[in-house]
Nanobody, 130 residues
């Protein structure tokens, strides 16, 4: 059993900011690809941002570049997502996910790849009102 403990999220008005965090067990965190996905109502789950736990290289989808920042703290086995300039379109359930190995191997794959090769957090709601 893998525990990914998420926290943060909530409700904010458009233009506001929120922080998400996700803490993993040390063996789950170490050397792996740390991710944030999101799923809006009626839509498919999509990758938002990824970071290599080891090297710190980051990847973002175009719609969040310049607004979201993914980071990690190895001493706490934690990955963060700082979300600025939030828009109503950012409203979704956000999921932390860990995939084995380097992010470059996974960033072009569908979210379902986590079911086979990784682990999901329980999800946390982010709501942005206009």
């Amino acid at each position: 059993q893998v525990d990914l403990m998420e926290s943060g999220g909530g409700s904010v008005q458009a233009g506001g900011s929120l922080n998400l965090s996700c803490t993993a067990a040390p063996d789950t965190y170490r050397g792996n690809c740390l991710n944030w996905f999101r799923q809006a109502a009626g839509k498919e789950r999509e990758r938002v941002a990824s970071i290599d736990a080891a090297g710190g290289k980051t990847y973002y989808i175009d719609s969040v570049k310049g607004r979201f920042t993914i980071s990690r703290d190895a001493s706490k086995n934690t990955v963060f997502l700082r979300m600025n300039s939030l828009k109503p379109d950012d409203t979704a359930m956000y999921y932390c996910a860990v995939l084995q190995g380097h992010c470059l191997d996974w960033i072009r794959r569908a979210a379902s790849i986590v079911d086979e090769f990784g682990y999901w957090g329980q999800g946390i709601q982010v709501t942005v009102s206009s």
